[in-house]
């Protein structure tokens, strides 16, 4: 593979006319989307539902998304799948939440290289018709990566995965998710710092944050990131990094699909020595001790950075459980760090030794798809009374819920360690408005997954109204976080907000900059927008 750097020079399809306005990707005020069409060698006048096509059509989603997906399809063939196809149901059965398959769009388009991206955005633009992009589709809502009514970019044959000469740098195209990295990158004694599970995409994950085995190490997904090609709204391909674009780079790692649909992720790679790991679970007359292991474990974790933990609480069948997920990125059985937890009697334990491979897909396992889902989480500073009293509380507030088909509530509390927050200064920081001047950060947050939509409310409700008790008793304690999560926020929560007023200024700034037309706000308006939460309660 050539240098990460040369990857501009290798786009033949573009012409010499547009590579010389590559070189400033701010659009300009005369920017002509016809124009940048020819510029990937498309002919509007050439394409039969464009021919009369007009402004009062793009006014009307169903008339602009026929005429979008009509063109794609005359241009790209194959590489569209239509409602009522072996093709489109692949796409739409294939989510991880019933609410994410439930959506119909207009159209599945399959790009297979950058420039193909490029004239999907820019026909989009062209006809009105909005646009949803999908890596992974993990996500927990409706909307999040498919686009109701309109067309739906699954990247999912832009799926390479390569090294530059050193091996210090893996391009990994956005159709991967972490099961595919981690098997390309593991004959090679590598890896990169991805997600935990599976079926996880790479691109929702790096750029919502990325909280990985090797975050003590190392660091979230998103301070990892050598650069991230990006098609640009006006259907430019950047490579932007912390010397070329930096403030781009900077909105990139952690402010989601704002700001363009990246084609290209290059990652620093790291090695993949065999781990030792696995769920050790406890009976409910144990809890304070796990939680007081799993708070001293957060506190040393740059003693020992090697440990990575989390601990959920659940009810199974009447029984209260909680079920502690230790990771070692060694194979190493019994590290000093988890003699604490591994003193406590358990139940159950399964822990073993496994490759990154066998750990993301044993994993997976937790994570069945095909059920509706949401996940919601709040930030604190760690506290051990303040956690044993969030635990009390959920269990309290379980029976809410006890009648309805299907519901699994589980609270899962991890932490942002001091490691961590200080890797977030790396390469000019990024954009999630954490630091380590306050200690550790406790990332507590809800799963629950249920069977009917009917249920859809009291579900929703029910959270909502644990962390409304749980955030007022944070704030009269001084210890409530703004911080959201991104890759766990609910339909309900705004992320951006939650990283501070002047991030979010910064980032609309950057925002309107790239693109002053809002394409990536309006005609992408899935997932975390710079404005607002996707659903008002």
């Not at 989603?61 to 799948?81: H, Y």
């Not at 972490?178 to 996880?200: D, H, N, Q």
């Not at 630091?435 to 809800?446: F, K, R, T, Y």
């Not at 950057?510 to 404005?531: M, N, R, W």
Request: glycine share 8%; hydrophobic share 40%.
């Amino acid at each position: 593979m050539h240098h990460i750097s040369t990857i501009l020079g290798g786009l033949s399809v573009l012409s010499g006319a547009t590579l010389a306005y590559a070189s400033t990707p701010v659009e300009s005020s005369n920017f002509n989307v016809t124009a940048a069409l020819e510029d990937l060698g498309i002919d509007v006048s050439t394409i039969p539902a464009l021919n009369s096509f007009t402004g009062a059509q793009a006014r009307s989603t169903d008339k602009a998304c026929a005429a979008a997906c009509s063109s794609l399809s005359f241009i790209f063939g194959s590489k569209v799948a239509a409602q009522n196809t072996a093709g489109y149901s692949n796409f739409t059965d294939s989510f991880w939440s019933v609410q994410q398959e439930e959506v119909q769009p207009h159209c599945i388009f399959r790009p297979t290289k950058n420039t193909d991206v490029s004239a999907a955005v820019l026909l989009s633009r062209f006809t009105g018709c909005q646009f949803a992009a999908r890596s992974g589709g993990h996500a927990a809502f409706t909307g999040a990566s498919s686009s109701p009514g309109g067309i739906s970019i699954w990247f999912k044959d832009m799926n390479a995965v390569t090294l530059n000469d050193d091996k210090s740098v893996a391009s990994i195209g956005p159709g991967n998710n972490w099961l595919s990295v981690y098997s390309a990158l593991e004959p090679y004694g590598l890896a990169t710092i991805g997600g935990r599970a599976a079926s996880i995409g790479v691109g929702g994950f790096v750029l919502g944050g990325g909280i990985s085995y090797h975050s003590n190490l190392y660091g979230w997904a998103c301070d990892n990131v050598e650069s991230f090609e990006v098609v640009t709204a006006s259907g430019l391909i950047i490579t932007v990094s912390e010397t070329s674009y930096s403030d781009l780079y900077w909105a990139l790692r952690g402010g989601g699909n704002n700001f363009g649909l990246v084609t290209k992720y290059n990652l620093y790679t790291i090695p993949a020595p065999t781990m030792y790991g696995g769920s050790r679970t406890f009976l409910e007359p144990y809890f304070s001790q796990a939680i007081n292991a799993f708070i001293n474990v957060a506190n040393n974790a740059s003693v020992d950075p090697h440990a990575q933990q989390y601990i959920a609480f659940l009810n199974n069948n009447g029984t209260n459980l909680a079920s502690a997920e230790l990771t070692y990125t060694q194979d190493v059985a019994d590290p000093q760090i988890f003699k604490q937890y591994r003193s406590i009697p358990a139940i159950a334990d399964v822990s073993s030794s496994k490759t990154l491979v066998e750990y993301v897909e044993y994993l997976e396992t937790s994570n069945p798809f095909h059920l509706r889902e949401v996940y919601w989480p709040v930030a604190v500073k760690l506290d051990e009374k303040f956690s044993n009293w969030v635990v009390k509380t959920f269990y309290s507030m379980i029976p809410q819920v006890e009648n309805v088909a299907g519901a699994e509530p589980v609270i899962i509390f991890q932490a942002i360690t001091e490691p961590m927050l200080k890797k977030m200064s790396d390469f000019g920081g990024n954009a999630l408005g954490l630091d380590a001047s306050n200690g550790a950060v406790e990332l507590m947050h809800i799963a629950c997954w249920w069977t009917n939509e009917s249920d859809d409310e009291t579900i929703y409700a029910f959270v909502n109204s644990f962390w409304e008790t749980v955030l007022a008793e944070a704030k009269s304690q001084g210890i409530f976080n703004e911080f959201v999560y991104m890759n766990y926020a609910s339909l309900y929560q705004d992320p951006i907000s939650g990283y501070g007023a002047a991030n979010k200024a910064q980032l609309k700034k950057i925002a309107k900059k790239y693109d002053p037309q809002t394409v990536y706000q309006t005609l992408q308006p899935g997932y975390f927008k710079l404005e607002g939460a996707p659903a008002s309660f």
